[in-house]
């Protein structure tokens, strides 16, 4: 069965950090990329950021580019997700998830979108509060 286990949650001050990470088991790593997406009260799911496994390709969601960083440990089959620089409005539940990357896509596709994504974990809280 695949599993997808999202931890390092929790609540921090404006301006600090979180490393959040993603163990997955029961597929082939290198044939998908590992996406975060957050869901925050009253708002859609969106796409945070993605990896392609294959060759550590990333794509980041504009309001997260250069405060966040994803960086993948394909022999662990885990996924981190570096939250620096927090603001309030990245409060919310994060979720890892896992799509078979299309052949025929090159690797700097964007794929952040959440229906290209079968499998998904149990979501880890982020607050950002003072």
């Known amino acids: 069965d695949v599993q997808l286990q999202a931890s390092g949650g929790g609540l921090v001050q404006p301006g600090g950090s979180l490393r959040l990470s993603c163990v997955g088991s029961g597929f082939t790593f290198d044939d998908y990329a590992i996406g975060w997406f957050r869901r925050a009260p009253g708002k859609e799911r969106e796409g945070v950021s993605r990896?392609?496994?294959?060759?550590?390709?990333?794509y980041y969601a504009d309001s997260v580019k250069g405060r966040f960083t994803i960086s993948s440990d394909n022999a662990k089959s885990t996924v981190l997700l570096q939250t620096n620089s927090l603001k309030p409005e990245d409060t919310a539940v994060y979720f890892c998830?896992?799509?078979?990357?299309?052949?025929?896509?090159?690797?700097?596709?964007?794929?952040?979108?959440?229906?290209?994504?079968?499998?998904w974990g149990q979501g880890t809280q982020v607050t950002v509060s003072s």
């Open positions: 990896i392609r496994s294959k060759d550590g390709s990333t």
């Open positions: 998830a896992a799509g078979r990357w299309p052949s025929y896509r090159g690797s700097s596709y964007y794929f952040l979108h959440p229906r290209w994504y079968s499998y």
